[in-house]
Structure formats: structure tokens, C-alpha cells
């Protein structure tokens, strides 16, 4: 069975102080790694798909890496408006499914 | 584009009563996703389907029901409503030409008394 444990619950940054978040997964022929960016009361938002080990993505002031048992989005210099929840999800092989972890809540005081 | 849409945003049920969330998306995305949220925890997958008139159970189908009769339209509906289904539902559709990309909508905030 997929799953995804996301680490730490809750970070708690001051604005400039860089950090990441961690993505374990198992998953039986990963397919790709997604990483979503969720506001209150608000729907998640796409921010990075990764497919295999080794691949970095970038936006901003965020970047994303992968490994074969864990994915880092990594925070450089935040803001307070970079406050939110962070998801992870990974879709295996076969129907065009994810399967979330419980999120990582960032706190970004200014 | 407006989306993904979805009604109502809020909503509070007597226990054992009925309804149906309603999700529209007008991207022509053919895979559609019902997710429930409850607090501090990530998304759960309620149901999915692949293309009108094509729908599978994901990992928490008791006590939903789903159609898709057309493209645009995947609604949910709850029968017997109970303090468990309590949560926010949350409706997605993939571009599956754009590195899978899920588009969510702005969720349905459902309490159940």
C-alpha cells in the first residue's frame, strides 16, 4: 500500500531563516511526486511535480528535490506570505490516483 | 476559465438526511477526484472516474455515491448523513497533458449534527 509521512507537523520560521520540509514515501513504481501549497479555507495548489530520482524543480523561493525514499522542499529566505500548508502526494503505478501525506503547516513570522 | 467549481460552501445536515454535492470543471479534463479533508490531516480519496459514465471507489467510498453523466460534471451524494461525514470535500480534475497537474476546487465545508 502507498504512503506518504510528511515532516515536521508544524514549522515555525522567522522571515529569511531557511529550511525544509521532508516527503518520505513507499510506493510500489513511483510515477511521480507532487508537491501542493494549501491556504485556509482555500483548495491545494499545484507547485512541483518530480518524476525520478536526482530531479530538481524551482519557483520562486522554493525548491523541490527527490530521492528514491524522500522528497525536500526546501524554503529560501521566506516571507510571511509563503505561510500555508504544504502537501505531498505520490501517484503509482496504474489508474491516475494520489495518495497524500498530512501536511506540513509553515508559520513564517515577519 | 472559471475551474473547478463547487456548491454549496458551506452546509450543515441533520443526521440521516441526504444531499448532493455539486462539482462542475469547464477545462474538458476527462479524470475527475473527490477528496475529503477532515482536520489536520492530508486528502482523502472518496471516489474517482476516468471519463463520463466511468466511475471507481478510492479509499473511503462508504456512504457516498457518485455519477458522470457528462464531462463537466461529477456530483457526490451522501445518503444518511453522519456525524462522521463531518469534513470538507474538496473536487479536483486532471490535465493529464501537463504533468498530471490536479486542479482543485474551493472545497465544500460539510457539518453533520
Known amino acids: 500500500e502507498d504512503q506518504v509521512t510528511q515532516s515536521p507537523e508544524a514549522l515555525r520560521l522567522q522571515e529569511g531563516e531557511s529550511s525544509s520540509l521532508n516527503c518520505s514515501y513507499t510506493?510500489?513504481?513511483?510515477?511521480?511526486l507532487f508537491w501542493y501549497r494549501q491556504d485556509p479555507g482555500k483548495g491545494p495548489e499545484f507547485l512541483f511535480t518530480?518524476?525520478?530520482a536526482g530531479e530538481e524543480k524551482e519557483k520562486e523561493r522554493l525548491k523541490a528535490t527527490l530521492t528514491k525514499k524522500e522528497s525536500f522542499l526546501h524554503i529560501t529566505a521566506p516571507k510571511p506570505e509563503d505561510s500555508a500548508t504544504y502537501l505531498c502526494?505520490?501517484?503509482?503505478?496504474?489508474?491516475?490516483?494520489?495518495?497524500f501525506g498530512q501536511g506540513t503547516r509553515l508559520t513564517i513570522n515577519p | 476559465n472559471a475551474g473547478v467549481t463547487q456548491t454549496p460552501k458551506f452546509r450543515i445536515l441533520k443526521i440521516g438526511q441526504s444531499m448532493t454535492l455539486q462539482c462542475t470543471q469547464d477545462?474538458?479534463?476527462?479524470?475527475m477526484y473527490w477528496y475529503r479533508q477532515d482536520p489536520g490531516m492530508g486528502l482523502k480519496l472518496i471516489y474517482y472516474?476516468?471519463?463520463?459514465?466511468?466511475?471507481d471507489k478510492g479509499e473511503v467510498p462508504n456512504g457516498y455515491n457518485v455519477s458522470r453523466s457528462t464531462t463537466e460534471d461529477f456530483p457526490l451524494r451522501l445518503e444518511l448523513a453522519a456525524p462522521s461525514q463531518t469534513s470538507v470535500y474538496f473536487c479536483?480534475?486532471?490535465?493529464?497533458?501537463?504533468?498530471?497537474?490536479?486542479?482543485f476546487g474551493p472545497g465544500t465545508r460539510l457539518t453533520v449534527l
Open positions: 502526494a505520490v501517484q503509482g503505478p496504474g489508474a491516475q490516483k494520489l495518495v
Open positions: 510506493v510500489s513504481g513511483l510515477r511521480g
Open positions: 518530480l518524476y525520478s
Open positions: 477545462m474538458n479534463h476527462n479524470y
Open positions: 472516474s476516468v471519463g463520463a459514465g466511468i466511475t
Open positions: 479536483a480534475s486532471i490535465d493529464s497533458s501537463q504533468h498530471n497537474e490536479q486542479f
